[in-house]
């Protein structure tokens, strides 16, 4: 079957560096979306990655790797606004967003 | 990206009613849409895929006649929950998929509590 885990929660101070990880099980693979989505709000796209690697887009950097199924989200330089679920998806063979159930971050001063 | 707007973004109603949300692609011209449903400190749940000019697909354990997709152009989607009980209420989202590594775009969501 097709499955996405990751962590439930995690706190961080603000200020600090944290690594939200995601491992994933699809029929084959297009890869793998992380969205932000704030407390009564729609995601937000972050991040794609599909080939092995790590993608840097400011604070926040995206990691994968295929031939463990795994990737992970870092935040660095954490502020208050960054207190969020964060959304591990991938991509199968159709195209369909295999959603993880989030990893809901708190961030204390 | 995407810019993707809902109406309306909040809705209460009495047991029994019917109601329409709206999903509109504002710049993008989607042949697909996705309705994502999400209950309070749950995943986004995928009901169904919209496609222009068809009809919908729906995910196993989602009624088809309870949940009416129309998706009658390329920028606009209705979901229309038909008799809505209060185990319908929950946060409803659309989403278009674009480019070639088609991402997904959300709408802000439409919370309905049906009363």
């Known amino acids: 079957g097709q499955n996405i885990d990751q962590p439930t929660e995690m706190t961080a101070t603000e200020g600090a560096i944290v690594q939200i990880n995601c491992t994933y099980q699809?029929?084959?693979?297009?890869?793998l979306f992380w969205y932000q989505q704030h407390a009564g709000e729609a995601p937000t796209f972050l991040s794609y990655n599909v080939l092995d690697g790590l993608e840097e887009k400011g604070r926040f950097s995206s990691f994968l790797s295929r031939s463990k199924g795994y990737s992970y989200l870092l935040l660095k330089e954490l502020q208050m606004k960054d207190s969020a679920s964060y959304l591990c998806?991938?991509?199968?063979?159709?195209?369909?967003?295999?959603w993880g159930a989030g990893t809901k971050l708190i961030i204390k001063p | 990206g995407a810019v993707v707007s809902q109406h309306p973004s909040w809705v209460i109603c009495k047991s029994g009613t019917s109601v329409k949300i709206e999903c509109r692609s504002l710049d993008f011209q989607a042949t697909t849409m996705f309705w994502y449903r999400q209950f309070p400190k749950q995943s986004l749940m995928l009901m169904a895929t919209?496609?222009?000019?068809?009809?919908?697909?729906?995910e196993q354990g989602v009624e088809k006649d309870k949940f009416l997709i129309n998706h009658a152009s390329l920028t606009l989607s209705t979901l229309t929950v038909t008799s809505a009980h209060p185990e319908d209420s929950s946060f409803y989202i659309c989403?278009?998929?674009?480019?070639?590594?088609?991402?997904?775009?959300f709408g802000p969501g439409t919370r309905l509590l049906v009363l």
């Open positions: 998806a991938a991509s199968d063979s159709n195209y369909q967003l295999i």
């Open positions: 699809t029929s084959g693979f297009n890869g």
């Open positions: 989403s278009v998929r674009v480019g070639q590594i088609e991402t997904q775009y």
């Open positions: 919209s496609n222009e000019g068809s009809k919908a697909t729906y």
